[in-house]
């Protein structure tokens, strides 16, 4: 039986959903997407999955993409 290759996470973190849903509908055959609508909510999820690459929005609401960043855990 062959095993399937394990696809790369990527997060995309926009405040505008429209955004998003074109994102995940073009990226979803090559890539696992996970999409959140805030800085918050991605923090969330870089939590509880090994995400590989995270693609934001700078101009967002409450969090900026360059604080989201910063605020990233450090890799252990």
Do not use: C, W
């Not at 959903?17 to 969330?44: M, P, Q, W």
């Not at 090994?50 to 993409?65: A, F, H, N, S, W």
């Amino acid at each position: 039986m062959e095993t399937e290759t394990a696809r790369p996470k990527i997060l995309y973190v926009d405040d505008e959903a429209d955004n998003l849903i074109v994102f995940k509908s073009a990226s979803r055959r090559f890539y696992d997407v996970h999409t959140a609508t805030s800085g918050a909510e991605a923090l969330s999820i870089v939590e509880k999955e090994p995400i590989t690459l995270i693609v934001t929005d700078q101009r967002m609401p409450e969090m900026t993409g360059i604080e989201l960043i910063k605020s990233l855990p450090e890799e252990p």
